[in-house]
């Protein structure tokens, strides 16, 4: 089983940037694709991103696109979700995990603790 931990989220004003990291246990990192989730208070988990095994191909939410970058490091089992020209909306607590690919969103591992992004208005 997979273990991810996400970190890098924060509190920016509107328009700034975070960077968000995912750091996943396993050797078998490299085979898999991964997706950045988010999760607003009072409302139901959102896919936001994701990545194929070999990054080639990436997937974005039409409300991200443009805005963010997915990438991810096999060499150090790290997926990186770049957030520019943030917005309130954003605000969420991120999540990664394993997907089926980079545009379906079915995971395959527990869910970790998050990363809470807050955008000020």
């Known amino acids: 089983q997979v273990q991810l931990v996400e970190s890098g989220g924060g509190l920016v004003q509107t328009g700034g940037s975070l960077r968000l990291s995912c750091a996943a246990s396993g050797r078998t990192f490299s085979t898999y694709a991964m997706g950045w989730f988010r999760q607003a208070q009072g409302k139901e988990r959102e896919f936001v991103a994701g990545i194929s095994w070999t990054g080639g191909r990436t997937y974005y939410a039409d409300s991200v696109k443009g805005r963010f970058t997915i990438s991810r490091d096999n060499a150090k089992n790290t997926v990186v979700l770049q957030m520019n020209t943030l917005k309130p909306e954003d605000t969420a607590v991120y999540y990664c995990?394993?997907?089926?690919?980079?545009?379906?969103?079915?995971?395959?591992?527990?869910w970790g603790q998050g990363t809470q992004v807050t955008v000020a208005s």
């Open positions: 995990n394993r997907v089926t690919s980079a545009s379906d969103p079915t995971v395959f591992c527990s």
